[in-house]
C-alpha cells in the first residue's frame, strides 16, 4: 500500500505508474512533498525507533568519519574478519583500528529520492507503517488536522507491534 493510495491520489497513482505521460503542477507538487514526508518519517524512524544498521570493512589504522558511506551516529561493534571483537578508539572525528577491522556502525539516512532504495528494506519496518507515517505528515502539510491524527495512531499502533520486545507480545486465545 503507497502513501498516494491511501490518500487517494489516482492522479500521482498514474503518474508514477506511467499511466499517465504528462502532469499538472498539482500532481509534481503532491509527488514532491510525498517524497519529503518519506523522509521525515524515516528520519524519525531511525534516530528514535528502529536504527538503521550498517558494516564497512577498513583496511586502516585510521579512519576518518567522513570515509563511511553513511553519516554515522554510533559505533556498535569492530571486529576482525573472524568475528573477534577489536579493540578501537573514537574521537570526534575519526575512529582508530589497529589493522583495520569490520565496523558495525548506526546511522541516520541522507534524504532519498523518488526511486532510491530505502536502507529498512531487509528489516520488520514494512512499506505500510512508512506509508500510514508520510500520509500523516502530509496532511498536517495541507492542514487537515483531524486525518493527520487518524494516520499518526495507525503509524504509532503498527509502530508498537515492530518495537516490542518478543516477550511482550501477547498470543491469542482460543477456546479450541
Given amino acids: 500500500m503507497t502513501a498516494s493510495t491511501l490518500l487517494g491520489r489516482e492522479d500521482v497513482v498514474d503518474y508514477l505508474a ?4 504528462e502532469s499538472d503542477d498539482l500532481t509534481l507538487r503532491a509527488i514532491d512533498l510525498m517524497v519529503r514526508c518519506v523522509n521525515i518519517v524515516i528520519s524519525e524512524l531511525a534516530s528514535t525507533y528502529i536504527p538503521m544498521k550498517k558494516k564497512q570493512v577498513f583496511t586502516k589504522s585510521e579512519v576518518p568519519f567522513s570515509e563511511f558511506d553513511e553519516k554515522l551516529t554510533k559505533v556498535l561493534s569492530v571486529t576482525d574478519n573472524n ?3 577489536k579493540n578501537y578508539r573514537q574521537y570526534p572525528d575519526r575512529l582508530i583500528i589497529a589493522n583495520g577491522g569490520i ?3 548506526q546511522y541516520i539516512p541522507t534524504n532519498y529520492a523518488l526511486d532510491d532504495e530505502v536502507g529498512y528494506t531487509k ?3 514494512s512499506p505500510t507503517l512508512i506509508a ?3 500520509v500523516s505528515e502530509f496532511c498536517l502539510i495541507e492542514r487537515s488536522f483531524d486525518e493527520s491524527v487518524m494516520w499518526r495512531n495507525k503509524f504509532i499502533s503498527s509502530l508498537k507491534n515492530i518495537i ?3 516477550n511482550k507480545k501477547i498470543k ?3 477456546w479450541c
Avoid at 18 to 21: F, G
Fill in 18 to 21: 506511467n499511466k499517465k505521460v
Fill in 83 to 85: 568475528g573477534n571483537q
Fill in 103 to 105: 565496523v558495525e556502525y
Fill in 123 to 125: 528489516t520488520e519496518v
Fill in 132 to 134: 500510514y507515517g508520510s
Fill in 164 to 166: 516490542l520486545p518478543k
Fill in 172 to 174: 491469542e486465545r482460543s
